[in-house]
């Protein structure tokens, strides 16, 4: 027993003794970098602008200015947590039927070869062509924006977990089998931990085209969100408020994957889930 | 074995309290994967508690009957008895160590896994308790219960998977080349631990591996293997030197030879085998090495 010098238990790993001081600075330098890229970037945007009309291209400081006039009167605000609320909603309903569907297709090979050729073909129907259909079917209300935002959810997530149900490692398998699993103790207890990382990189794939959703969704069909947003500010030439959501739109996406990566790295991290 | 065993054990055979191993019989047994014939006509006979050593070159096919006691693949013929059942599936009575320790499962602690038999089990958590305490420490993992399998070197990892295995109360422990992937240093340091844990713990182990020193060490008895495809049984060495074994051991040694020459025979023949198929390669449409040519030898 000699031979297997013990580590410190500890999950966190650091890449070298001597590293945290290093980290920072290459953290630093990271977050450095960054700055000074969308620093340089609003500069060009600025530099570029001033050859144009407002109407053409808006200044970085017109859309301040517009960004300021959305936040006072609340429009924003109200933009942003309509498009949230359907994104969340609609994503989340998505992963809690995705998985379960993944998980069971994964298992049952006779319900995998029923519902392949409808995943195959929807699979190429991307949710903007069920816009129509969702307003005829659900109304113009909440419920059709929340139904399009799960069907883009669901097959990600579903196809993502039926990958990671078919890449268990059999040994695994084998292993839980001999120690005494039945079939469905091995479907919660081994392979569901097992698919986790590919769950969360469905959950995230979905979380991105679920912006795509929302906002075709909203531009033809809503009196508010982003998307609606974007649309309206056509009707008032303000082409500086098309900017506004737009940044708005990207924040936001940026916003739900930095948390999502943040909850999912510090409570699945013992599945294999690392950012 | 004297670990409280009042538990229900719902899928395991024979009497409960039974702890010492079982015997297995292993009758007239083909395996086939397709048309591939991994193993044919394979009998075999193992006594209650005895320690055997499947020793043969690689693909000969000795994991192939493993996992068919182990009930992981079902023979094609013949049939596969453990204790007074036959072995249809898999069963917590036959645990199996297996090379790879990706059969431990990362999202739990050494001592989560080493409990998964039992919970699965529906052994009440105050038994359970007891019972993983008692292999991790049997095994020397006792201070690292609360580490994950990545954070252990490949000896501590193979430690785990065993004391896992002994944690279900198995009358048989199927061991697939487990140290196979360890050092030459931490292989040696096992080969001993393992010696040490069959005799506390009775139980009756088949243990496949291609390095006729750890065999040595090891078996009660050494069943070499003919090179597949279609493999055998070839030769059944009984080996009953005191223990702790020593390789220099001029006994040891003669044995040693002997063994390197029944499995360098089989070797011999696998590339004979194979020199034959190069021959035929000019030939256009001959296949590849099938079945049939090398069964006709």
Redesign the interface.
């Known amino acids: 027993m000699t031979v297997e010098a013990p580590t410190v238990p500890d999950r966190t790993r650091a890449s070298a003794p001597s590293a945290p001081r290093r980290n920072r600075w290459a953290r630093l330098t990271r977050i450095g970098l960054s700055v000074l890229s969308v620093l340089l970037g609003v500069l060009i945007w600025d530099l570029v602008s001033r050859n144009y009309t407002a109407f053409f291209l808006p200044s970085p400081r017109l859309t301040l200015e517009g960004a300021v006039e959305l936040v006072r009167d609340g429009t924003l605000w109200d933009s942003v947590s309509a498009s949230s609320t359907r994104i969340l909603t609609g994503w989340l309903l998505g992963v809690l039927v995705g998985v379960p569907m993944g998980l069971l297709m994964g298992c049952i090979p006779w319900l995998r070869l029923m519902l392949d050729p409808y995943i195959q073909f929807f699979r190429f129907v991307p949710p903007i062509a069920f816009v129509t259909l969702a307003i005829i079917w659900l109304g113009p209300g909440e419920a059709s924006k929340v139904a399009l935002i799960f069907y883009t959810t669901v097959f990600i997530v579903a196809l993502n977990t039926l990958a990671g149900v078919l890449s268990v490692n059999e040994i695994r398998m084998r292993a839980a089998r001999a120690l005494g699993a039945g079939p469905v103790r091995s479907l919660v207890s081994v392979v569901l931990p097992s698919t986790v990382p590919h769950v969360v990189t469905g959950a995230r794939l979905a979380m991105g085209n679920s912006f795509l959703t929302i906002v075709s969704a909203e531009i033809v069909a809503a009196q508010s969100g982003l998307g609606s947003l974007i649309w309206t500010a056509r009707n008032y030439a303000k082409t500086e408020w098309v900017f506004v959501g737009i940044i708005a739109l990207g924040l936001l996406g940026y916003l739900f994957d930095w948390i999502l990566r943040l909850v999912t790295g510090r409570t699945l991290r013992r599945y294999g889930v690392t950012f | 074995m004297t670990v409280d065993d009042t538990a229900p054990v719902p899928?395991r055979a024979g009497p409960p309290a039974s702890r010492a191993g079982a015997p297995i019989r292993i009758r007239d047994v083909d395996i086939s994967f397709g048309e591939f014939v991994a193993v044919r006509g394979a009998s075999l006979d193992i006594a209650a508690g005895e320690l055997v050593c499947l020793l043969g070159p690689s693909g000969c096919g000795k994991s192939t009957l493993l996992n068919a006691v182990?009930?992981?693949v079902r023979p094609a013929a013949g049939e596969v008895t453990c204790g007074d059942e036959q072995v249809t599936?898999?069963?917590?009575a036959?645990?199996?160590v297996?090379q790879?320790a990706?059969?431990?499962?990362?999202?739990?602690t050494v001592r989560q896994n080493v409990a998964?038999?039992p919970q699965?089990?529906g052994v009440p958590k105050a038994q359970r308790d007891a019972v993983v305490e008692r292999y991790l420490a049997m095994v020397?993992l006792a201070?690292?219960a609360?580490?994950?399998p990545d954070?252990?070197?490949g000896?501590?990892r193979q430690r785990a998977q065993l004391a896992?295995?002994l944690a279900?109360d198995p009358s048989v422990v199927l061991m697939d080349e487990p140290f196979g992937a360890l050092d030459a240093?931490?292989r040696l340091?096992m080969q001993v631990e393992l010696d040490r844990i069959w005799r506390e713990t009775g139980a009756t182990i088949v243990f496949v591996t291609h390095d006729i020193g750890e065999a040595i060490l090891l078996g009660d008895r050494i069943v070499t293997m003919t090179a597949g495809p279609s493999a055998a049984i070839k030769k059944d060495y009984r080996c009953d030197l005191p223990r702790p074994r020593d390789l220099t051991d001029p006994a040891c040694a003669a044995l040693f030879r002997e063994l390197r020459e029944d499995i360098g025979a089989e070797v011999a023949r696998t590339l004979r085998a194979q020199g034959l198929d190069d021959g035929h390669d000019g030939r256009p449409g001959t296949g590849h090495p099938g079945g049939e040519r090398t069964e006709a030898r």
């Open positions: 899928t182990a009930g992981f599936g898999p069963d917590v036959r645990g199996v297996f790879s990706e059969a431990l499962f990362p999202w739990l998964f038999g699965m089990r020397g201070h690292s609360e580490r994950f954070q252990l070197s000896g501590m896992r295995v279900n240093q931490t340091v």
